[in-house]
């Protein structure tokens, strides 16, 4: 069969179901049509041809049980009931063969739509009944034909037929109902990744350029008070913040190429290793900050993602710092232990109680802005963790831990 008739087909199954789905009343008015004008074709074709008024009202019934059952709502082995005893009640007639269509699709209709326990009851329940109307009637003196006990097993084909197609739809419904399932995981998934890729590139961005942005606030502040009285200092405040722009732009644009298709020139990662933390102290002793770096350990190379959050989570701590404690002086200490790296910045600021602004950036991180919120979700992306809070004796602390395995790929040693 080639694709066209195959389609076709597939179109005129599809117009079935659609007409049988919308105009059900007028289906079963067909069907019991159908079995009421097989009965009578049956039993006109006996010994006696023509059908007693008992065999032709117990056709009527039968067949009109297809439609009163479902239309009214009954449950659906009141059919089969019906279909069995019309049998039963065509027995002494001698036809008992023309109840044998309504009976099968009564088993048939049963079968797919109750589950195979129920289906085995009423198979026995209905070969029973049979098999004790023939009994009785044999004892009463009546003859009963091989064809009545012949519909037994056709009764049977028709519960096993019912099983399979159920069992082959519930097996469709499985299976659609698994890719619909797979589908929406795989839409799930790329929506976590796309949030995923949002937080990162949010924290790149206020990382990489707000601290440069920060240190622009700062000296431009500093100049308002330095060009009447200072003009030599105001030029030095105004090259301070020419620096800072160029690499904060410098960063934006780093940044913007994780936005980039793969393939590009661009960089993958804005730029940001331990190695240039002599740079970044620079830029904050630049813009009035004392800040004084200690190692401790043997310093060694980082995997890169370690060696990139370390980075930052320094440079997010030191422009903390600058915003909200200007003047003040900070201190880092990185120390290298098998395993980790511990980082620490302290600074010796006034109170937090003193800076309501540097509260919204403090505490934990259900309460915290968006820098600590960025800082918390770094060291939890690599399974380490994260303290940032007002220190006792006055000023902040940040405190880090972070798994750092060494990394056999040099990326710069810390300072």
């Known amino acids: 069969m080639d694709d066209r008739a195959v389609d076709y087909l597939k179109r005129v199954q599809s117009w079935v179901r659609r007409f049988a789905f919308t105009h059900r009343t007028a289906v079963r008015v067909a069907g019991a049509g159908a079995l009421f004008l097989g009965a009578m074709a049956i039993a006109a074709v006996q010994d006696r041809p023509t059908p007693t008024a008992a065999v032709f009202a117990t056709a009527?019934?039968?067949?009109?049980?297809?439609v009163i059952v479902p239309?009214?709502?009954?449950?659906?082995w009141l059919t089969l009931a019906v279909a069995t005893a019309g049998s039963i009640a065509m027995m002494p007639a001698g036809v008992p063969e023309s109840a044998r269509p309504a009976l099968v699709f009564a088993m048939l209709l049963f079968s797919l739509r109750s589950d195979k326990t129920a289906v085995l009851v009423a198979t026995a329940a209905v070969i029973a009944a049979l098999s004790l109307a023939g009994a009785v009637l044999v004892g009463l003196g009546g003859s009963v034909e091989l064809s009545t006990f012949a519909a037994l097993s056709w009764v049977l084909a028709a519960a096993a037929?019912?099983?399979?197609?159920?069992?082959?739809?519930?097996?469709?419904?499985?299976?659609?109902?698994?890719a619909r399932r797979a589908e929406q995981g795989r839409e799930d998934e790329a929506r976590r990744r796309v949030q995923a890729e949002r937080l990162r590139i949010a924290r790149e961005l206020h990382d990489a350029v707000g601290h440069h942005v920060a240190l622009i606030n700062v000296q431009a502040g500093a100049m308002t008070y330095l060009l009447d009285?200072?003009?030599?200092?105001?030029r030095q405040s105004l090259a301070h913040i020419q620096n800072a722009s160029e690499a904060a732009l410098e960063e934006l644009r780093l940044t913007v190429g994780l936005l980039r298709q793969p393939g590009e020139n661009e960089p993958v990662e804005p730029a940001g290793r331990l190695d240039r933390l002599d740079e970044l102290i620079a830029s904050?002793?630049?813009?009035?900050?004392?800040?004084?770096?200690d190692v401790t350990g043997p310093a060694r190379p980082l995997p890169e993602a370690v060696d990139l959050t370390a980075f930052r989570l320094i440079q997010e701590s030191l422009t903390n710092t600058a915003k909200h404690a200007a003047g003040a002086s900070a201190s880092i200490q990185l120390a290298f232990k098998p395993g980790t790296l511990t980082l620490a910045v302290e600074d010796d600021g006034p109170p937090a109680g003193g800076f309501p602004g540097r509260l919204a950036t403090s505490c934990e991180p259900g309460q915290a802005g968006h820098g600590i919120i960025g800082m918390h979700e770094r060291a939890a992306a690599l399974g380490g963790w994260l303290?940032?809070?007002?220190?006792?004796?006055?000023?902040?602390?940040?405190?880090?831990?972070l798994p750092a395995p060494a990394s056999p790929a040099a990326v710069g040693s810390a300072p």
């Not at 239309?71 to 659906?76: H, K, R, Y």
């Open 387 to 401: 303290s940032a809070g007002p220190r006792g004796e006055g000023g902040f602390r940040v405190v880090a831990e």
């Open 71 to 76: 239309a009214v709502g009954w449950p659906s």
């Open 284 to 293: 904050f002793v630049a813009a009035g900050l004392r800040v004084r770096c």
């Open 60 to 66: 009527v019934l039968v067949s009109a049980s297809f």
């Open 229 to 234: 009285k200072d003009p030599t200092g105001a």
């Open 161 to 178: 037929v019912g099983q399979a197609v159920r069992a082959r739809r519930a097996q469709q419904a499985m299976l659609v109902d698994r």
